[in-house]
């Protein structure tokens, strides 16, 4: 829901509150109702156009939530990449994609951690990497081979054209964790 959405809905829900509190109070003998009968009789009459308009403009936004209320989001999960061949429609999930990049990122030397991001543009598919390197490996060598591995690795094996990998170094693992890990391995 963007921002315009969620003003007009606060403004919406606390005008049906008070609304609410109103009707409330008056069927319930707090108040007297002949403390709301002219408002009544204006409304019911029909000669009061600023009634009409308030009561057109909660139309309006009553419609506007209504209809929002039936527009769905796909999960990240659901969303994928459509392709089309010769012998039909192909969709590759960005799950999928995440998986493949994921798988050929740690086969690089010097990684030791990581996770990865998908982002679909109008120039290609960006892949975004954080990973957490060994401290062993220059930065400038992992990386590279890094973005060169992941990028071909998707694009042989998807046939999606990525038009970036992005890499971010988060840290460099604790030299203990990396005895530990290489003593498992």
Known sequence: MNLFDRFILTIYSFALIVLSCVMIA?????????LFRPYMEQILSGTNIAYLIVAIIFLIVSLRFFFS????????????????????????TIQTIQTIAERAARRVKGVRDLRSGIKLLESGTMITMHVSVDGETPFPELTHNLQHDV?????????????????????????????ARKRVE
């Open 26 to 34: 008056v069927t319930s003998g707090w108040f007297s109702q002949d």
């Open 69 to 92: 209320s039936f527009r769905f989001k796909k999960s990240k999960e659901d969303r994928s990449i459509r392709q089309r061949s010769d012998l039909g429609e192909i969709n590759i």
């Open 151 to 179: 990028k071909d690795q998707v694009e042989t094996i998807t046939g999606l054209l990525i038009s970036e990998v992005k890499i971010v170094v988060t840290e460099v693992a604790q030299q203990e964790n990396y005895a």
